[in-house]
């Protein structure tokens, strides 16, 4: 079994930046991936990026390329998200999600273990 504690949301004037963190416990195995979604008011989860713990490749989503960087501290067990020139549109509660068969898929389905979520809002 896998824990997700996602951390670090608050609310943010338009132009700032955040890091929200996720921090693993339990049977996480270094071939997973990692992923951040994101679910807006009234929307549908969405993906944000995902990464690797054994490598460190990475993928993101268009919306916040050149934005928003995920990295991890495999000492830490720990997946960071650090969001950069934040917009209105990132408002969301943020999701970390661990996917043991490191697809890194856009798709939540793939995902099979999820944190609690955050909520990161940003004011114009």
């Known amino acids: 079994q896998v824990q997700l504690v996602a951390s670090g949301g608050g609310l943010v004037q338009a132009g700032g930046s955040l890091r929200l963190s996720c921090a693993a416990s339990g049977r996480i195995f270094s071939n997973y991936a990692m992923g951040w979604f994101r679910q807006p008011p009234g929307k549908e989860r969405e993906f944000v990026a995902a990464i690797r713990w054994r490598g460190g490749s990475t993928y993101y989503a268009d919306s916040v390329k050149g934005r928003f960087t995920i990295s991890r501290d495999n000492t830490k067990n720990t997946v960071y998200l650090q969001m950069n020139r934040l917009k209105p549109e990132d408002t969301a509660v943020y999701y970390c999600?661990?996917?043991?068969?490191?697809?890194?898929?856009?798709?939540?389905?793939?995902?099979?273990?999820w944190g609690q979520g955050t909520q990161v809002t940003v004011s114009s």
């Open positions: 999600a661990a996917d043991p068969i490191a697809s890194m898929s856009p798709a939540p389905n793939e995902y099979t273990y």
